[in-house]
């Protein structure tokens, strides 16, 4: 499992689900593996990695032995997307943590309303199914 970056994200989440097909298609090195926050694998990582609060709501990253979360999360994925998203994570650097932070917890906050909710993680398809861990 510590064989590279893993996306955990609200496998039930509908935003979560179309952000891990965004990420997937833009990772085209394959780099980010990806785990639900409902599989066994996501919660040995939350229980064995430090983390910051929250670790196991929304979207993180669990990288360099440690589980990073919030708008840090979503920033450090971009360095692993094709142009221009590397570019764009250096730029969103340059506002303040604190209000990157309140908009992803409001959308956060918000995202089953928004965008809705499944009762279970949509299986990925057969091309991105090898980058998922149990």
Known sequence: MDAGPVVLFDGTCNLCSRAVRFIARRDRAGRLRFASLQSPTAQELIGRLPAAPGAADAVALAECGAIVTGSEALLRIGRYLRWPWPLLAL????????????????VARNRYRWFGKRERCAI?????????LG
Do not use: K, M, S, T
């Open 91 to 106: 730029f969103a650097r340059a506002i303040p943590c604190v209000l990157r932070d309140a908009l992803y917890r409001l």
């Open 124 to 132: 990925p398809d057969e091309g991105l199914r090898a980058r998922f």
